[in-house]
């Protein structure tokens, strides 16, 4: 805008009562952020009663890489935190073995509050909760998306197919490709998935170096 043109603009605002002009919220951070806290109240669905902590997500937000996990289980709703406990530790551990860290990636859940129990979540749960994944690939704009289970998968790509189905090919998601691969509570419970969930990391991780 040439510089008169604005003069005028700035001159038009203040006649007409406005004093103060804000700029638009640019760091990634500071949105996500509010919109936590924002959200963090939520009763859009049953699973708030059980609510501690509203686990929203965290990591980088400019990360290239997004995780996404199911739900938030016992430790994760005490702390608010996503993947802390010790299908946390083993997650931190595959981040690790393909050179990463958690502070390089953004890691959330399809649900951010725990269901009770830790059963799945519902259809309906995952659906009142869907938008806030959304909006967080919006604002963070991964490259590349690492989906953590059958749970993850299945609401995603919106199928009931297999895990087998689900690995053996790359997805899409919002236009972001799209890698699934053994939630790793499953991998605690049977360690025979294990050489097939590092064949995945692998494949994750070839595709994250060329894009970051
Ligand atoms: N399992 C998940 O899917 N997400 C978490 O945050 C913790 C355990």
Redesign the pocket.
Known sequence: MPKNALRQYLELLKNSGIKELYRAESNKLNILTKLHDKYAICTKCPLHVGRIRF?YGEGNADATAMLI?????E??NISG?????A??QL?DKMLIAINLQRSDVY????VKCRPPG?RNPEANERLACIPYLVEQIQIIQPKILLI??L??AQTLFDNTNTLQWHRDKVHEFMGIPAYVTY???ALLRNSNWKPPAWQDLQVFQKEYEKLR
Do not use: C, D, K
């Not at 996990?69 to 289980?73: D, L, R």
């Not at 935190?81 to 406990?85: D, I, L, M, N, S």
């Open positions: 686990v996990g199911e739900a938030p289980g430790q994760e935190r996503p993947f802390v406990g299908a946390g997650l890691i959330t859940n399809i830790n953590l289970g749970v993850a939630h790793p509570a």
